[in-house]
């Protein structure tokens, strides 16, 4: 439940940061949001792969390990990205912007493979 409240927070701080682009306080503030939005996805995603009723039997491990690393990596982006908005938000705003397209790239990889998997079958 805390992700989902997290996910819905994410609209207030992203219109509170197109109303106010140039200041420090909406790029902490939405890097703050989305990383928590990460955090618990992650720990989501930890509490399914080590249960054996709520994980898919077809599932191999190794794909839970391969997400691991993916949002430990997106967790140290988002935390790079708060970190530079003390120097300049367009950093910050570029690295959250950095994320989407990694995210958006890594999806269409995943459904390519998912392709190819059902084209063998």
Not at 94 to 111: D, G, M, R
Request: no cysteine; net charge neutral.
């Amino acid at each position: 439940m805390l992700h989902l409240l997290f996910i819905s927070l994410i609209a207030v701080f992203t219109a509170l940061a197109g109303q106010n682009p140039w200041l420090t306080l909406p790029a902490i503030l939405y890097g703050s949001i989305v990383l928590l939005a990460n955090i618990s996805s992650f720990l989501m995603l930890r509490t399914v792969s080590q249960s054996q009723d709520l994980r898919e039997a077809a599932v191999d491990p190794a794909v839970f390990k391969r997400f691991n690393k993916f949002y430990f990596a997106i967790a140290a982006i988002y935390g790079i990205a708060i970190l530079s908005s003390f120097i300049q938000p367009i950093i910050s705003y570029t690295l959250y912007l950095a994320v989407n397209f990694l995210l958006i790239i890594s999806s269409f990889k995943s459904e390519m493979h998912n392709i190819d998997n059902l084209e063998k079958t």
